[in-house]
């Protein structure tokens, strides 16, 4: 079983090889990450301050509905757009 400190992801939103990486590290150590369904604004700072707190990788999940309504009511949901766009309006730090 490895050990080693993940020293060398940046803080926020990781995509491509930097969550493989994580997802790696992850296995390899044997621990797992929560995937948290969030349902407001509140839930969401929530979640990143206590992930900042711990020093913690953490997902925010949505769910179809959370994620349109976080796109705002005047997005139209045609072929699910408002439900894609919706949660990448969502602050990717905690500072």
């Given amino acids: ?16 090889d930097e969550i493989q990486a994580l997802f790696r590290h992850a296995k390899a150590n044997a621990y797992a990450m929560p ?11 929530a979640v990143l301050e206590a992930a900042k707190a711990v020093n913690s990788p953490v997902m925010i999940q ?9 796109a705002g009511k005047s997005i139209p949901n045609g072929d699910q757009r ?12 905690c500072t």
Avoid: C, D, K, Y
């Avoid at 995937?35 to 700072?45: K, Q, W």
């Avoid at 949505?62 to 976080?70: H, I, K, L, R």
């Avoid at 408002?82 to 730090?93: H, K, L």
């Fill in 62 to 70: 949505f769910s179809n509905g959370g994620a349109q309504f976080f």
């Fill in 82 to 93: 408002a439900s894609i766009a919706g949660p990448f309006r969502v602050p990717s730090t």
């Fill in 1 to 16: 079983m490895m050990t080693e400190q993940l020293t060398t992801l940046r803080a926020g939103v990781l995509h491509g």
């Fill in 35 to 45: 995937a948290v369904n969030v349902t407001g604004t509140n839930t969401v700072n």
